[in-house]
């Protein structure tokens, strides 16, 4: 099979292994299981907060009193009836944010005991989804994001912080729903799928204190305005008494899925860990050394897969543009210039990596020196973190665009 016929099969699979993985079944298997009350306010956070709250109205119908949910820019896909649709910024909150965070405040404040809200959460719902402490301003809160994400902190340690200088997360939001009942459906895009860390955890119990948040912000050496060192203050809870939790779907999940479609194309597959994590670039090139010396023990002809799911990192130190599966694919492409008959896909589940338009790359033998011969140096771009431009330059972006469901990155090697 040439490279094209490859490239063509890692897409597939891709798409495929995400179609299965959107949420519409799942949130439906989750409410056929019973929910409590007769009627009840919808409330969405996150990249797939449409695609969860499209499925709860079409299944509960009536039941649904209202409601609201706030998705990324160009993710919702038209009306739903009942519910109030808001777009808003990410991976930094915006003025937007700020906006329908308060909306959906208006709607669950003062609810009563016996009053349900269905809480559709998903990845982005961090940003998505904030109102930050008082005293504390937007600014200072996106700076503060920012610096975490550009020094390459972990989504834990990012999420740390955000819940201890968030009126919303870490709990206080189940807290502000009181005496109501939450009923929380959770499309994970965290490794070992934390309740307390997806989005932030605006309806959990929170395990860390704001000791732990000062802690991150001090290991990355960051400077701590006077506002935001008394920010913390406030505990967040660490027991709540009015929440149930669904889970509807995770990376372990979209792993397994796209090894199924894998093998119905003849590939003999592997999933090699669905906790992908660590620095973007050095993991595309442990993944690129990894599958060399995997497929160097095979016989010619066998067609071989490999799999890995999970979220890496990336420390940005330039100016380029660019997300961690764009970057992580470039790397990877160094690994494997020049080798024939192998083909890695990175992209990100979401189908959007970073501020880019693209959900991450596919590379072969052949990209490093495309970039080469349209008179671009790929590794000078890498130092730069100018993925996109790299991989554009090469024809090797992959933009599948918004896909509707959230569940970390997928990294699929074709060989």
């Not at 670039?281 to 995997?294: M, N, V």
């Not at 599966?325 to 192998?342: H, N, V």
Request: aromatic share 4%.
């Amino acid at each position: 099979m040439t490279e094209t016929g490859k490239r063509k099969d890692a897409a597939d699979i891709f798409l495929r292994a995400v179609n299965d993985m959107l949420p519409d079944s799942a949130v439906k298997k989750a409410l056929s299981t019973g929910l409590p009350g007769s009627d009840m306010i919808l409330i969405g956070i996150g990249k797939a907060s449409w695609t969860m709250a499209k499925a709860a109205a079409e299944e509960l119908g009536a039941r649904i009193r209202g409601g609201a949910i706030i998705t990324k820019y160009g993710h919702s896909r038209g009306p739903i009836p009942g519910i109030e649709i808001y777009e808003a910024g990410h991976p930094l909150p915006d003025i937007e944010t700020l906006r329908a965070t308060e909306r959906i405040l208006e709607i669950t404040g003062n609810l009563e005991a016996g009053q349900t809200v269905l809480f559709l959460v998903s990845g982005g719902g961090s940003s998505l989804f904030e109102k930050p402490l008082p005293g504390l301003s937007l600014q200072s809160l996106t700076d503060i994001t920012s610096a975490l994400l550009l020094g390459g902190a972990s989504i834990d340690e990012l999420n740390t912080v955000r819940k201890h200088l968030s009126s919303v997360k870490g709990g206080r939001f189940a807290l502000h729903c009181a005496p109501a009942k939450i009923y929380q459906i959770t499309l994970s895009d965290v490794l070992g799928d934390r309740l307390d860390m997806i989005a932030a955890g605006p309806a959990s119990s929170d395990p860390s204190t704001s000791e732990d948040a000062l802690y991150v912000l001090e290991k990355y050496g960051m400077k701590v305005h006077e506002e935001i060192l008394s920010a913390p203050g406030s505990e967040t809870p660490k027991s709540l008494d009015n929440v149930t939790f669904r889970m509807a779907g995770n990376i372990a999940g979209l792993c397994r899925t796209a090894k199924r479609h894998a093998e119905s194309r003849g590939y003999l597959t592997d999933i090699v860990t669905d906790r992908l994590e660590g620095e973007a670039a050095q993991a595309g090139r442990d993944i690129a050394k990894y599958a060399l010396g995997e497929f160097s023990s095979y016989g010619p002809g066998l067609k071989r897969c490999l799999i890995w799911g999970g979220e890496t990192t990336v420390r940005v130190t330039g100016g380029g543009k660019g997300g961690r599966s764009q970057e992580l694919a470039l790397a990877a492409a160094e690994m494997i210039s020049g080798k024939k008959d192998i083909v890695i896909l990175s992209a990100g589940s979401d189908g959007t990596d970073g501020p880019t338009d693209s959900a991450g790359g596919i590379v072969d033998g052949s990209t490093w020196e495309k970039i080469r011969a349209a008179g671009r140096d790929p590794l000078k771009m890498l130092g730069d973190n100018d993925s996109y431009s790299a991989l554009e330059a090469a024809g090797a972006l992959f933009r599948p665009g918004p896909t509707g469901t959230n569940v970390n990155d997928l990294v699929i090697v074709l060989a």
